[in-house]
């Protein structure tokens, strides 16, 4: 669906209610803040009629995990109207199917499919999470008017919690309201892979569903009755192989403080000494700090990991890099709803605020690096109410200090398993950039995904797999999700199930 930047396009969207989802809601309101189109009518279409069954899993899960303002349940009311003869409609309803290619007109028909199929996005989610999915895979086609075959405008991978596909499906419809007002009216598109799919049933139905999801939250209950699973760090002498071995276990021991939680480790080399970096969480604090180790080049450590930056709310993902021959620092500072950049004063463990590099933005782990003449980041921005896991943004600047361009085809990876920055960017052995990203489909941090940058410039992006640490490949391993070398060490982290210490009655 190209639009003319001459004048403002005119649409039509089409959505279920009264009562309306709530991200429909957010949808319109995306299109309507969009200066290239103009929102000439909006359309409300019956809802399905949910059955007793999904009416008490829904609410049930949305109790359980604290969904709150559900993304899929009703929200605001939307107003419907006619304004004018639109050129095209995009048909975010769910209760009713979108015309078929020739029927609407003159205008084309811009809808979403799950997984190949059309259909509610609950439903989509609700058959992931009865057939053991990771993921499900949503696409914004695009039907001419006139017919022929669809064209993909934008696609996403959202994860799917096993143990709830409401918050599955919470997460995603946040991300497709975003998705929606950002990608009506791309000229880019690309033909659909495949027709569409009639969408299968889940397995034996909504009773089996429920029966699935209770017995799965009773495992959940009682493992984490019986179990810890903290985060802890690993180190070694580094490999030519940054994945492999890793079942080995370290070979660098670092004294490391008992009960502490230790994540995030990032190597930093300075003034001939390797420094380690880790988000540590003492014993019984609100969150998290950042702490320093130091290393000799026999990889003996010089103490425990002692504080250096700290601050009312958690910080974690403590990116150290030089420049200009100072040090900086960006810590993870989500809830603070801003990154920022830091300098050391006193290296490593004095540290002052230079610069906010992005402002009020749910935004983690954003990593830079100078490439070409520019620096880069990458960071996981999330769209109001959806998941830091699932999109990743590249961001350039002249000085990281900034100011930062975004990209134009922001995100620019869409994709649960790999979307989250993992680590600093490497190079292998043959020169190649590769983006370390987490796999986060079915939980936070399963997996880290090496990623080789193929194109990377101020208007294009692309990227592909080349290797994967999943936990089948470090010793007892739960997830692993950020990973980390110099010249002599690197490192990983790493979530294992630990027992819980039972107290001992005396008699």
Known sequence: ????????QAVAVVLDGPPTPAWQGRAVAALGAREDLDVVAVRLVAPAHAGRLLRTRVALERRLFGVGADATA????????EGGEPAAVVWLAEGA??????????????RLRHAGAAGPLGAAFARAVARGDRTVETEL???AAGGGAPTVVARTRS????????LSAHFAANKLAALVGRAAGRDEAEPAAAPDVAPPPAPAGEPALLALTLARWARITANRARHRRPWEVEVRRRRADPVAGWREGSDVQVPWLPGHVYADPFLFEHEGRHHLFVEDVPPGAPHGVISHVALDGAGVADGPPRPVLEAPHHLSYPYVFAHDGDVFLIPETLAARRVELHRAVRFPDRWERVAILLDDVDAVDATVFAHEGRWWMFVAIAAPGASTLDELHLLHAPDPRGPWTPHPANPVVSDATCARPAGAVLRDEGGRLLRPGQDGARRYGEAISLRAIDVLTPQAYAEHEVARLGPGDVRDALATHTITRDSAFEAIDVRRRRPRRRRRLDT
């Open 1 to 8: 669906m190209a639009l003319s930047p001459a004048s403002p």
């Open 74 to 81: 009703p929200g605001p009311g939307v107003t419907p109207f």
């Open 97 to 110: 199917p979108p015309p078929a290619p020739g029927e609407a007109g003159t205008a084309s028909v811009l």
């Open 141 to 143: 086609l695009c039907d």
């Open 159 to 166: 994860g799917v919690r096993p143990f709830s596909a409401v």
